[in-house]
């Protein structure tokens, strides 16, 4: 390892993190919250939206895998290469994506592979990048980044709603590209980690198969996360359909969503004291069960002051899922297996449950409109719940017999 005179300041390394979350957390807004407005504005129809979301959610659970791998076989290459590189190919999508706003679905589809598997793929080698100096010991403060993300997400939000009222929806797409260009000097400029590759020794690591057949419980919270996170993500992405639906316009939307993603921060400053309270287990049913919930009280706003109103129950649904997930991974599988369950917790949240979460959205919006969206997510979400649940009670069973 290398010693310490090496090393980058602390200061450093931990400040230049945090923006770079902020930078990656805003670039993500600019393009993801408002993609199904935008396309919307387009002139395409609710299924197809959903259809792109889908798109985005299955080339991130393709790409990641690979650029993980690639990086695993590469160690010598410094990960901010390869996330800079993903970033630029991005940029020369969403570059294309702005010039020609007639493009067709084929062509539009092709943009979402791209900025779904490179661009939002990238975040967990960004995540890497600190990881590798924390291990050695230098005191990144992870989760307030991920906070000051979240922070960033929300104010983005709030700033394109205005924006959107201002210059049209097309102009979301700009600022996106100078946010991208903005992430890419960030992630080029943070100091390279130069030290020692790290070899773990004890049993060899198994088979993404081996590891879910070996684990039932593990393998049941996760069925239960991928319907919660069908039910939860249409919430977020699709939150255009119900802000428009309860009277609102698209410039209201950039509120909701800033309220959406600002109440996601306090999560960051009491889920260490949660975490000791319940466990990891019993926070990742209760972000199912608090996201179920919003959708029930969505279902039962009557304007769009409401739907704001309903906002703040994310720091108890989305906001508590993501740390709490990282957490009951490491603490479900063989340390020989982590790295590879958080990968397996990523495609079956984000990536399965955001693909099939699009899908439905899309479809029963077409059908029904969005109440028959939010009745659906419900559904999914009390199904997630109770698997959450019972993969609980199935622990503590097997702990009785032993």
């Avoid at 720091?315 to 603490?331: D, H, I, K, Q, R």
């Avoid at 439905?360 to 719940?385: E, F, H, P, R």
Wanted: charged content about 10%; overall charge positive.
């Amino acid at each position: 390892m290398e010693t310490t005179e090496h090393m980058p300041s602390a200061r450093r390394l931990d400040l230049h993190y945090m923006v770079m979350q902020a930078g990656f957390w805003a670039m993500y807004a600019a393009i993801v919250a408002y993609q199904t407005a935008l396309l919307l504005e387009r002139g395409f129809t609710n299924s197809e939206a959903g259809l792109m979301t889908a798109v985005r959610c299955l080339a991130g659970i393709v790409f990641q895998p690979l650029l993980g791998g690639f990086a695993d076989r590469h160690p010598n290459l410094p990960l901010k290469g390869i996330v800079t590189l993903s970033m630029v190919l991005s940029l020369a999508a969403g570059v294309w994506y702005w010039l020609c706003p007639a493009m067709g679905l084929w062509e539009t589809t092709l943009v979402w592979v791209v900025i779904g598997g490179l661009e939002v793929s990238s975040y967990p080698l960004m995540d890497a990048m600190a990881v590798q100096f924390i291990n050695d010991g230098v005191p990144i403060r992870y989760s307030l980044g991920r906070g000051v993300g979240s922070l960033a997400y929300a104010v983005v939000c709030v700033l394109l709603g205005l924006q959107v009222g201002a210059l049209g929806m097309e102009s979301t797409l700009v600022t996106h590209l100078a946010l991208v260009g903005l992430e890419i000097l960030l992630v080029a400029t943070y100091p390279p980690y130069r030290g020692e590759i790290r070899k773990e020794n004890g049993p060899a690591p198994q088979s993404a198969l081996s590891l879910l057949r070996s684990n039932p419980r593990f393998t049941l919270m996760l069925a239960g996360v991928f319907l919660g996170l069908t039910a939860i993500m249409p919430l977020s992405n699709f939150l255009v359909n119900i802000v428009t639906s309860r009277g609102g316009t698209q410039a209201h939307l950039g509120t909701a969503l800033f309220l959406m993603g600002g109440f996601e921060l306090p999560t960051a400053f009491f889920f260490q004291k949660l975490l000791r309270k319940l466990g990891s287990g019993r926070l990742l049913a209760l972000s199912m069960a608090f996201g179920t919930l919003k959708a029930v009280l969505l279902l039962l706003t009557w304007n769009w002051v409401a739907v704001l109103a309903v906002q703040p129950i994310q720091m108890l649904g989305y906001g508590l899922f993501t740390p709490a997930s990282v957490y009951y991974v490491n603490e479900s599988v063989p340390a020989a297996d982590r790295v590879k369950g958080q990968t397996v917790m990523m495609v079956a949240s984000n990536g399965l449950g955001g693909m099939m979460g699009g899908i439905l959205a899309g479809w029963t919006l077409d059908l029904g409109g969005a109440n028959l969206m939010l009745g659906a997510c419900i559904v999914c979400g009390c199904a997630g719940t109770l698997l959450c649940l019972a993969s609980l009670l199935g622990g503590r069973k097997k702990v009785r017999r032993t």
